[in-house]
């Protein structure tokens, strides 16, 4: 993993290999060629992390219809996201990364220098950052940043 950096837009966001609820191994470069949405969240089943990840699987429907796949990423383990998603039924990949080498990869900042942030970067299929929102607070609103920016790549992608 390479070292952190501050990233922009346009840059091309740095690819990772890490373990879905499952174990299974699940690399960015598996989503090349469509839109990805990755959060990065602080932790399963809190009041805040709950209410942003239902809010992806009410629109996961959504995102999907627009060619695009959701990722979360936390520090959690495997089973820990294994619990969280079948406790909420949310139909997208969550991955593992106990270390926090793709938080720090991406430059996910922590809140009050101890509270993971909590960082939406939306890609698109070249894996180049379009869109960026962190906001530890208004979980919700990720979803709809993240839905905005994809539709407007579907338009200029098809215009």
Do not use: W
């Not at 990233?7 to 699940?26: I, M």
């Not at 906001?135 to 990720?142: C, G, K, T």
């Amino acid at each position: 993993m390479p070292a952190s950096k501050t990233l922009t837009l346009g840059d091309t966001a740095p690819d990772f290999t890490l373990p879905t609820a499952d174990g299974q191994p699940v690399s960015l470069a598996d989503y090349r060629g469509r839109p990805v949405v990755v959060y990065f969240y602080p932790k399963d089943d809190t009041p805040g992390c709950t209410a942003e990840a239902c809010a992806f699987r009410d629109h996961y429907q959504d995102f999907t219809q627009a060619g695009a796949e959701v990722i979360g990423i936390s520090s959690d383990d495997p089973a820990s996201h294994a619990r969280f998603a079948n406790k909420h039924r949310l139909p997208f990949v969550l991955l593992s990364d106990p270390g926090g080498a793709v938080r720090k990869a991406y430059g996910v900042p922590a809140t009050l220098g101890l509270l993971p942030g909590r960082v939406t970067f939306v890609l698109d299929g070249e894996a180049a950052i379009r869109h960026m929102f962190s906001s530890q607070l208004r979980a919700r609103q990720h979803v709809a940043e993240a839905m905005r920016v994809i539709r407007s790549l579907g338009q200029t992608a098809s215009g």
